[in-house]
C-alpha cells in the first residue's frame, strides 16, 4: 500500500500532481497558485503569510484582475478612430436609424472626420486636437457645414465612450468621456434671409409653363403644397382623391436616393404625413 504524502497545512496536492498553496487573509481563503514541487509551495506560502503580517498581500484574484484590465487597456490604447467607426455605423443601423440618416451621416464622417483622425487611436484623441480640427473646417467649409458635421463626430465619440442611446450595457467604452467640448460649436446660427418670397406667383406659373409637360405638375405641387422633392416623386394616381368636390393630396411617403439605389421611406418626420 503507497504511503500518502504528509502535506503541511495551507497545502493540498491536485489530481494532477500539483501542489496548491492557500492562506487565510481577511476572513477568507486565498489561493496563490499551484506549484510544481512541494518546495515552491512551501516557499509561496511561507512568501504570502509575510506579505500578510507587513500590510502587501494581494489577493491573486485581485491581481489576476488588475492584469486583465492591464491588457484591456493596452488594447484600447490601440484601437483607432476608423476602427470605432466601423462598429459605430453598424450600431446605427441595428438601433433602428432611418437609411438616409446614416448615409448622411457616414458621408459626413468619412469626408471631413477620417481624413484628420482616422488612423489614430481614439484613446489620444484630445479636446484641443476637436479644437483645432473644427476651426479648420470652420475656415474651408463655413459655419454651416463645421456645425452639421460636428455634430455627426460629437454623436460618434459619445458613441465611442458608451454614452449613446440605445446602447447595451454591457458595451465596453473605448474613451472615458468625449473630447468633442468646443463651446458653442452646436450651436444654430441661422442666417440671415430676404423677407421676400423665392418665387412670386407669377414666377411659378411661368416656370410651369416653360418646363416639359411631364414635370409641370410637380412644379405646382411644389410651389403651392410646400411638397418636398422625394416626396413630389413619390407621389401616386391614388394620392389624389375627390371629397365633396375638392381635391385632396396625401403626402405619406418619399424618395430617397442618399445610398445605394433608390427607395422608398417615410416622410422625414411625422409632421411629413399630411
Known amino acids: 500500500m503507497a504511503k500518502t504524502e504528509k502535506l503541511p497545512q495551507g497545502i493540498n496536492k ?48 485581485t491581481r489576476k484582475a488588475q492584469e486583465r484590465e492591464q491588457v484591456q487597456e493596452q488594447e484600447r490604447s490601440t484601437v483607432t478612430v476608423d476602427h470605432v467607426a466601423e462598429k459605430y455605423f453598424a450600431f446605427l443601423e441595428t438601433s433602428g436609424k432611418a437609411r438616409g440618416t446614416i448615409y448622411t451621416y457616414e458621408s459626413r464622417f468619412r469626408s471631413h472626420v477620417a481624413p484628420t483622425f482616422s488612423h489614430r487611436p481614439i484613446a489620444e484623441i484630445t479636446v484641443k486636437d476637436i479644437e483645432d480640427w473644427f476651426t479648420k473646417l470652420t475656415e474651408t467649409k463655413g459655419r454651416g457645414v463645421a456645425r452639421s458635421v460636428y ?56 416656370i410651369a409653363d416653360h418646363v416639359p409637360p411631364q414635370y409641370r405638375l410637380a412644379i405646382l405641387f411644389s410651389g403651392w403644397c410646400a411638397v ?40 422625414k418626420s411625422e409632421a411629413g404625413v399630411r
Not at 35 to 61: C, E, H, W, Y
Not at 190 to 205: C, G, I, W
Open 151 to 206: 455634430l455627426t463626430a460629437s454623436a460618434f465619440f459619445n458613441y465611442a465612450a458608451g454614452d449613446a442611446r440605445g446602447q447595451s450595457s454591457a458595451f465596453e467604452p473605448y474613451i472615458e468621456t468625449s473630447p468633442c467640448k468646443v463651446s458653442g460649436a452646436a450651436k444654430h446660427r441661422p442666417a440671415h434671409r430676404d423677407s421676400e418670397p423665392v418665387a412670386t406667383v407669377e414666377q411659378l406659373t411661368f
Open 228 to 267: 418636398r422633392l422625394g416626396e413630389g416623386l413619390a407621389l401616386k394616381r391614388s394620392d389624389l382623391t375627390d371629397v365633396n368636390g375638392q381635391l385632396w393630396l396625401n403626402i405619406s411617403r418619399q424618395v430617397q436616393a442618399r445610398g445605394k439605389g433608390l427607395y422608398e421611406t417615410e416622410p
Open 14 to 61: 491536485t489530481p494532477k500532481g500539483r501542489y496548491r498553496a492557500r492562506v487565510y487573509y481577511q476572513g477568507r481563503q486565498q489561493s496563490i497558485g499551484q506549484f510544481d514541487t512541494l518546495t515552491d509551495a512551501k516557499a509561496g506560502l511561507v512568501n504570502a503569510k509575510s506579505d500578510i503580517a507587513r500590510g502587501v498581500f494581494v489577493p491573486m484574484s
